[in-house]
DNA sequence: GCAAACTGTAACTATATTGGTTACAGAAGA
DNA sequence: TCTTCTGTAACCAATATAGTTACAGTTTGC
């Protein structure tokens, strides 16, 4: 269905940033976990931003942070944010007004299919950043996280950073 | 999300078929009612005949027909005959395993949308094409439909297939 | 047998979306 | 003012879907 890892990428970047707590985060930082280009962060990142999830900061010590704590940012929330169009799509063209099924099936498909949204919806509104944080591993982040963590990441770039070819054979799972 | 209308569509022709009855329909008659191109349906039939849903007959008179009742059709059954992956789509390359977030994400991200697959899958299971059938406008189909409707609409393509130019414009909701 | 009416399918093009990349303007700290 | 950031434009690549033409093969009925 969806050919898109928005949905997937940005909850990536909003539980880096949960997990890093206060500190902010930089765009090259981000990328290096997500394991793509700076720029396609900062894009997603803007995105965030225009509904309020978080906050950015140009110039030099700039970066970025959530906006509120993640316990009060869903999965619904980000959804919103960078997936706008429902799960299903209609007809590209419309169908042949003079059919009777042809000119009632729209009306029908959109009951359904809102049906659907709303059963999505509820779903990831019932879930937080936090309990995301909360599903990681626990020994990922027991105590001194903020120098365990974040800060002992910085320096992979030169070593494990996977490299992208055999593009398919490498992802998560057999979703893609 | 999606960007594709192939749920639409698919629902849209089991559902024509559903209407019509026992009656074994074309694909260029379908494709009419759709408005499209006939093997874009002739592609469509041939995945839900895999799916067992229809049974079509080449040669003369030939044609597809619902493989079973539309009562023991579900969405669902639609839905897993032509949409394969899930709702969302994980990472398009695997996060750095190096990262504690990286590292984790996966699980985590796969434990909530294995929970919104099911929340869709659900929903769809509880609507049958018999269902869809009824909740076409009820003038649709009083009496006499078998000459009414499906026969009073062969005669349709010099007058009043919806022109494809502009789109954007025509299609059938904001969805899109 | 043969023509007509169908399906099944290959091959190609068109279109749209997403993601990746380079480049650069502008902001902000040191 | 230099450096380090974000924001953003412009472009290309990859992928998926849809539309189209063409044709082989099947079935009916004359």
Redesign the interface.
Known sequence: ?????R???A??VL??MA?AEEESLKSDHVA?????NPVVIRRMLCELAESKLVVSQTGSMGGSRLARQPEDIT?LDIYQAV?S??????????????????V??????????D??DS??E???AN?TLKD?VG???PC??TSGAKTV?VA??RN?SA????K?KN?KE????A??
């Open positions: 269905m969806s050919t898109s890892s949905f997937a990428v909850v990536h539980t880096l997990w290096e976990s997500v394991n793509t999965l997936e169009r429902g799960v299903f799509a209609l007809h590209r063209h419309p169908p042949n007004p003079d059919c009777p099924v042809g009632n099936i729209g009306s029908v498909l959109n009951e359904v299919l049906e659907v059963a999505v509820s779903v990831l879930i995301a599903r990681l591993k990922v982040r963590g002992g990441m992979l070593t494990a950073v996977t992208r593009g490498h992802t998560l799972s979703r893609n």
